[in-house]
């Protein structure tokens, strides 16, 4: 099984909620979501995609 390298604050953007992967970093207003609300990469800002049925 792989590790994921990646950020951890950038987990928490992507699924649009707070999953408190930081810790103490998480209560505070220094969290990435707080700071930015949109999903990571380069089309984030634009408008967030409906979930469907199917996942």
Known sequence: ???Y????????RR???KLFLKGDR?????CAIEKR???PGQ???GRRSKP???G
Do not use: F, L, P
């Not at 390298?5 to 928490?12: G, K, L, N, P």
């Open 5 to 12: 390298t990646d950020s951890i604050c950038r987990q928490c």
């Open 43 to 45: 089309h984030g800002q």
């Open 26 to 30: 998480c209560y505070s207003e220094k």
């Open 1 to 3: 099984m792989g590790r």
């Open 52 to 54: 469907t049925e199917y």
């Open 37 to 39: 609300a949109y999903v």
């Open 15 to 17: 699924e649009g909620e």
